[in-house]
């Protein structure tokens, strides 16, 4: 299994909503990271989780909480979020942090009302 | 930053064309990668090239690059409308920060 799933694969929310984004890998891959997606942007880099410690925040704002209960699952909860934070949300995941190859999933579309 | 910045930002070709992306960077590296984004989608992994390594062929792909000027190129030859895509460049590391990509399109 080389796949990264992500659920759900559309998602609307209000500004006063919170919701989970949800990330499964069963490759035994001990890095998971989480990317933003802006129309026509690069993916931007969110968070790094190694053997389920989180190892990089890029100074995300605190409405995005993420947890990586096990090895193989990586959630990203949203609470009071902004139109502004409407993107596309990649999960990815690698063999060890600093690996050579990402496997991403296919993503979250987020619309935030 | 290991931050790779492609270029062109955008191509449009025919069908049969080859096309040619470049990818420039600042700092020294152990391998570069490239990767393609069909829209809305996650990305794929083409292929990757170590530091040591001036050439390396995949399929239609050819990438090759040059640690002197730190600089990468994609050449994807015979190209098709499934090549229409965004493709990005990835030098690694701990932040695997993308560079701003290409955005290509192959008109049938």
Known sequence: DTEVTQTPKHLVMGMTNKKSLKCEQHMGHRAMYWYKQKAKKPPELMFVYSYEKLSINESVPSRFSPECPNSSLLNLHLHALQPEDSALYLCASSQLRGSEKLFFGSGTQLSVL | ?108
């Open chain 2, 1 to 108: 930053s290991q931050q790779g910045e492609e270029d062109p930002q955008a191509l449009s070709i025919q069908e049969g064309e080859n096309a040619t992306m470049n990818c420039s960077y600042k700092t020294s590296i152990n391998n570069l990668q490239w990767y393609r984004q069909n829209s809305g989608r996650g990305l794929v992994h083409l292929i990757l090239i170590r530091s040591n390594e001036r050439e390396k062929h995949s399929g239609r792909l050819r990438v090759t690059l040059d640690t002197s000027k730190k600089s990468s190129s994609l050449l994807i030859t015979a190209s098709r409308a499934a090549d229409t895509a965004s493709y990005f460049c990835n030098t690694g590391g701990f932040k695997t920060i993308f560079g701003a990509g290409t955005r290509l399109f192959v008109k049938a």
